[in-house]
């Protein structure tokens, strides 16, 4: 066992908390390392210090003290309106959001190209011989090129 575990488990050790295999571990390496030992001592050292400190005066009064700081609870108005408040918010950024992502898509199909192509859906008919086009199409391929 290295000296950073053996001080990590001091607390342990000193509290009875390990296991025998570990606390024997920590045993050996407190008898080779004089400077875990040291520590060791310290912390011994400060728990009977702490011990021997006179038991903290408790304040009678610390209890009201403390209820008199307190805020009363909102009454049930208070919550009722605080919660439809909430409510009309979130309704209100819902709507917002879906009517602009609505307008979005409404532009976008405003804006949105027939798409040409040789096998077009047949809306406006031009009778060319055999072959019957969109004309799109058609103005596609009269179309003077620059």
Not at 10 to 38: I, N, T, Y
Not at 57 to 66: E, L
Not at 102 to 108: G, H, I, P, V
């Amino acid at each position: 066992m290295n000296c950073r575990m053996t001080i990590r488990r001091l607390s342990a050790f000193q509290d009875k908390e390990l296991a025998a295999p570990q606390v024997r571990q920590v045993e050996l390496h407190l008898r080779e390392c004089g400077a875990c030992r040291a520590e060791w001592d310290a912390l011994r050292d400060l728990e009977q210090r702490l011990l021997g400190l006179p038991p903290a005066a408790v304040d009678p009064f610390f209890s009201t003290r403390i209820m008199a700081g307190l805020r009363p609870r909102p009454a049930g108005k208070n919550r009722l309106l605080q919660a439809a408040a909430f409510a009309a918010l979130f309704i209100t950024v819902f709507l917002a959001g879906f009517f602009l992502q609505k307008s979005a898509l409404d532009r976008q199909d405003a804006e949105r190209l027939p798409a040409v192509t040789f096998t077009s859906v047949l809306l406006e008919r031009q009778d060319l011989g055999l072959l019957t086009v969109q004309e799109d199409t058609l103005r596609q391929f009269t179309r003077k090129r620059p």
